[in-house]
């Protein structure tokens, strides 16, 4: 099992940056695909990065590319989401999620374990 904790989330003007971490406990993180998703209000979760085990291979939603980066640290068992230029269209609250399966993929039914969410808020 893995256990994930988001930290980095708050407030920030339009065009402002923040760096998001998601800290994993467990023996398989090492080894498990990780994904960022999102949630606004009154809107489902959505996906919005995601980064294979061994950093090969990443994905974004389009609304996020060139301008979010996904990493990851599996000597320090966490993973980034650094976002710039934000959008007030970004303001939502994040998830770190660990993939299921061995292959990456962006459906948020083929992620496992979640962690309780940061909120990013952008103002206009």
């Known amino acids: 099992q893995v256990q994930l904790v988001e930290s980095g989330g708050g407030l920030v003007q339009t065009g402002g940056s923040l760096r998001l971490s998601c800290a994993a406990s467990?023996?398989?993180?090492?080894?498990?695909?990780m994904g960022w998703f999102r949630q606004a209000p009154g809107k489902e979760r959505e996906f919005v990065a995601a980064?294979?085990?061994?950093?090969?291979?990443?994905y974004y939603t389009n609304s996020v590319k060139g301008r979010f980066t996904i990493s990851r640290d599996n000597a320090e068992n966490t993973v980034y989401l650094q976002m710039n230029s934000l959008k007030p269209d970004d303001t939502a609250v994040y998830y770190c999620?660990?993939?299921?399966?061995?292959?990456?993929?962006?459906?948020?039914?083929?992620?496992?374990?979640w962690g309780q969410g940061t909120q990013v808020t952008v103002s206009s």
């Open positions: 980064i294979n085990y061994n950093s090969l291979t990443t």
């Open positions: 999620a660990a993939h299921k399966f061995a292959i990456l993929t962006t459906n948020v039914n083929d992620y496992g374990y």
């Open positions: 467990g023996r398989t993180f090492s080894s498990s695909n």
